[in-house]
């Protein structure tokens, strides 16, 4: 079954310091989305590419975040420097192109701890 | 803006013992609305899409209804491995977005 993969599961850094989150999407999927879950409530997108360009990012903070899809494919997403209250889950998810009203796939997550 | 409103926020079940989840929403034009569960530590699993009022999807002891304002899912007779927090999130016309409640964390007692 196809799945969505994402890298590292785990991350630990200190507060200051740049860390950056792999996302592998569903073969032929389109569009990509990252989302960051705080302990306790739901999912917030943070930015959505349909193939390699950006669709939405009014939730990222430009200062410290970036991400790209450079062919199209996979992506990356990087925070630079990490904050404290950068502390989440960060989480990857696709969907088919045009098909957001099938359901978005979601991978295991990046759990980000900022000391 | 679109919302998404879950109660109760947590319930703790006995096994075999049923109940439901709400989920209230508000969209300017709904384009679909999901259920997710999501385990600790994990990324959340797709349950269920819905698309129009009336509509029911059934899957395993879980059972997804949708009204014009809200949607409801019924949990029958749960085993302690239906334990998890389960999403709710709409869709809306004119994005690819979802917008997501705050879950409900459900467990079940052996």
């Known amino acids: 079954e196809a799945e969505v993969a994402q890298s590292p599961r785990y991350k630990i850094t200190e507060k200051s310091q740049a860390v950056a989150f792999w996302c592998d999407p569903i073969?032929?999927?389109?569009?990509l989305y990252w989302y960051r879950q705080i302990l306790g409530q739901g999912p917030e997108l943070l930015v959505q590419?349909?193939?390699?360009?950006?669709?939405?990012d009014s939730q990222l903070p430009k200062d410290r975040f970036s991400a790209e899809r450079l062919k199209g494919v996979d992506s990356t997403l990087k925070i630079q420097p990490a904050e404290l209250g950068d502390s989440a889950m960060y989480l990857c998810a696709s969907t088919p192109r045009g098909g957001g009203a099938l359901g978005q796939f979601f991978g295991p997550g990046t759990r980000l701890t900022v000391l | 803006e679109d919302q998404v409103t879950q109660s109760p926020e947590a319930l703790r079940l006995q096994e075999g013992e049923s109940s439901s989840l709400n989920c209230s929403y508000t969209?300017?034009?709904?384009?679909?609305l999901f259920w997710y569960r999501q385990d600790p530590g994990k990324g959340p699993e797709f349950l269920f899409t819905?698309?129009?009022a009336g509509e029911e999807k059934e899957k395993e002891r879980l059972k997804a209804t949708l009204t014009k304002k809200e949607s409801f899912l019924h949990i029958t007779a749960p085993k302690p491995e239906d334990s998890a927090t389960y999403l709710c999130?709409?869709?809306?016309?004119?994005?690819?977005?979802?917008?997501f409640g705050t879950g409900t964390r459900l467990t079940i007692i052996p």
């Open positions: 590419f349909q193939d390699e360009s950006v669709v939405d």
């Open positions: 819905l698309y129009s």
């Open positions: 073969s032929g999927h389109a569009t």
């Open positions: 969209v300017s034009g709904l384009r679909g």
């Open positions: 999130a709409v869709l809306d016309f004119g994005n690819e977005k979802l917008t």
